[in-house]
């Protein structure tokens, strides 16, 4: 399995951005994807997740109401739009995949907030 995240950059605050990821290596039709995210200093953490077939997607306190996961299953594609974007938004962002837990995780792609 291999996950290639991308769409990371350099925003001001209030600024948005969609990152994405191409999954290969497998038919991922029973697997969940996720958003996980690693601030300067700080763990890892849950950012989203949703289903291969897109039902219940789930957000952690910290960006719900301002970010979207989606899949395009034909694309084998998982994305995150980040709205409003706030300095501490600011990490790498991991994309992982995975059945009863995430056991595969792409490189990360780093995302900026200036203030």
């Known amino acids: 399995v291999q996950l290639q995240a991308s769409g990371g950059g350099l925003v001001q605050a209030g600024g948005s951005l969609r990152l994405s990821c191409a999954a290969s290596?497998?038919?991922?039709?029973?697997?969940?994807m996720g958003w996980f995210r690693r601030a300067p200093g700080k763990e890892r953490e849950f950012v989203a997740r949703?289903?291969?077939?897109?039902?219940?997607?789930g957000y952690a306190d910290s960006v719900k109401g301002r970010s979207t996961i989606s899949r395009d299953k034909a694309k084998n594609m998982v994305y995150l739009q980040m709205n409003t974007l706030k300095p501490e938004d600011t990490a790498v962002y991991y994309c992982?995949?995975?059945?009863?837990?995430?056991?595969?995780w792409g490189q990360g792609t780093l995302v900026t907030v200036s203030s």
């Open positions: 992982a995949v995975g059945t009863t837990r995430f056991e595969y």
């Open positions: 290596g497998r038919t991922f039709s029973s697997y969940a």
């Open positions: 949703i289903t291969w077939s897109g039902v219940t997607p």
